[in-house]
């Protein structure tokens, strides 16, 4: 190899002209380095900022739906203090107020519903996260943990609890310990 082509031997005229290469070659690598990472952080925020703003749009109205689902359960008390038999002898005034107030009940539920407001599963096991137990009660036949009534309506929002559902559950059966026998006379 000729001195003129090698750039590390001291005695090439070009040898500073060369440093001088490679080192804005490296400053050219850190830079590109530098806007990739930029570029990334850009898109990376633009992503963030889209998924709040679809967050903040779809979890606006949580104080607002909070508060309407106190409203429909007054609407949901008001009909099931009216039972079947009852309402079917009613005047005909009180029938169509009834049917007002069932009518309202179904539209509020609509509109929770379109606004991504949906009533709670009870009608699988208890689940802590999305319901909260207030008694324990012989299961009559439900195996212990299953829901056996409802007392208030869950509401979830989106992917978020709004309220829980207030559920009464199934208790634990006691068995006779092994030795003991049960005392069936009354």
């Known amino acids: 190899m000729s001195d003129e082509q090698n750039p590390e031997n001291d005695n090439n005229p070009y040898a500073a002209e060369f440093a001088v290469l490679e080192a804005l070659k490296a400053e050219v690598e850190s830079l590109k380095d530098q806007r990739l990472r930029a570029l990334a952080e850009v898109e990376n925020i633009r992503r963030r900022a889209d998924k709040e703003k679809a967050e903040a749009s779809q979890y606006a109205v949580t104080k607002f739906a909070r508060d309407m689902v106190g409203i429909a359960d007054n609407f ?15 005047d005909p005034q009180i ?3 009834l049917d007002g107030v069932e009518a309202t009940d179904r539209q509020l539920i609509a509109i929770l519903e379109r606004y991504g407001v949906k009533p709670v599963d009870t009608t ?20 212990p943990g299953a829901i056996v009534d409802v007392v208030q309506a869950g509401y979830m929002i989106g992917d978020r609890l709004l309220r829980p559902a207030m559920v ?3 208790r634990q059966q006691s068995q006779p310990a092994a030795g003991e026998t049960v005392d069936t006379k009354v």
């Open 76 to 90: 949901s008390r008001a009909l099931a203090a009216c039972p079947p038999a009852l309402r079917e002898a009613a």
């Open 124 to 143: 699988s096991k208890f689940d802590p996260n999305l319901h909260q137990a207030i008694a324990e009660v012989p299961g009559n036949g439900k195996p």
């Open 168 to 170: 009464t559950v199934a």
């Open 95 to 97: 029938k169509a107020v």
